[in-house]
């Protein structure tokens, strides 16, 4: 088992910025391909970005590329996003998803994680 917890979510205006975290527990985070996904109001969920357990490979959706950075720190056991120039269509709930499968292989598909934190509001006024 591997729960997750996010924080750092909040309200910002448009071409701010934020960074969020997610702490995770219960099974050797370095051995965990990390990820990032959102799910806006009446929409489908969509991947934000992924990690590879060294933090050497990383993978963005195509509309958050340039902006969003992943990061972890396994010393810590905890994965980040950090993220500027924010746009009110990046308003969403933000959740973190492991995948203990291969270290690897990072996935782009929700269906790929296992664990799931419950997520964090990012809002986004213009």
């Known amino acids: 088992q591997v729960q997750l917890v996010e924080s750092g979510g909040g309200l910002v205006q448009a071409g701010g910025s934020l960074r969020l975290s997610c702490a995770a527990s219960?099974?050797?985070?370095?051995?965990?391909?990390m990820g990032w996904f959102r799910q806006a109001p009446g929409k489908e969920r969509e991947f934000v970005a992924g990690?590879?357990?060294?933090?050497?490979?990383?993978y963005y959706g195509d509309s958050v590329k340039g902006r969003f950075t992943i990061s972890r720190d396994n010393a810590k056991n905890t994965v980040y996003l950090q993220m500027n120039g924010l746009k009110p269509e990046d308003t969403a709930v933000y959740r973190c998803a492991a995948d203990p499968n291969n270290p690897l292989v990072v996935h782009t598909t929700g269906s790929q994680f296992d664990y799931w934190g419950q997520g964090t509001q990012v809002t986004v006024s213009s």
């Open positions: 990690i590879s357990w060294s933090g050497l490979s990383t």
């Open positions: 219960g099974r050797t985070f370095s051995r965990l391909v």
